[in-house]
């Protein structure tokens, strides 16, 4: 199982990024996946949850409204759209395969101006 994700950087309030989550060595499309993030100094949290097919979809209620997770079976990738930004959402920002406990390296993104 390998995750690796993409997209992070810098960017200034109110901006967007979209994270991407490449998935290889397993059958992506039969499992949920999830997007977690951990600022510096704090514990890890959960930011956004997708089912296996996509139909179903959580975000955690500190961003709801400004981020969206999303995923395309056929090119095996989970994404973060994340619109909106503040400081306070600067982050390493991991991607998961719940079942089994996978994690992808994190991609940073910081907000600032």
């Known amino acids: 199982v390998q995750l690796v994700e993409s997209g992070g950087g810098l960017v200034q309030p109110g901006g967007s990024l979209r994270l991407s989550c490449a998935a290889s060595?397993?059958?992506?499309?039969?499992?949920?996946m999830r997007w977690y993030r951990q600022a510096p100094g704090k514990e890890r949290e959960l930011v956004a949850a997708?089912?296996?097919?996509?139909?179903?979809?959580n975000v955690a209620r500190a961003v709801p409204g400004r981020f969206a997770i999303s995923r395309d079976n056929v090119k095996n990738t989970v994404y973060l759209q994340m619109n909106s930004l503040k400081p306070e959402d600067t982050a390493v920002y991991y991607c998961?395969?719940?079942?089994?406990?996978?994690w992808g390296q994190g991609t940073q993104v910081t907000v600032s101006s």
């Open positions: 997708i089912s296996r097919g996509g139909r179903d979809t």
């Open positions: 998961q395969r719940p079942t089994g406990g996978f």
């Open positions: 060595g397993f059958t992506f499309s039969n499992y949920d």
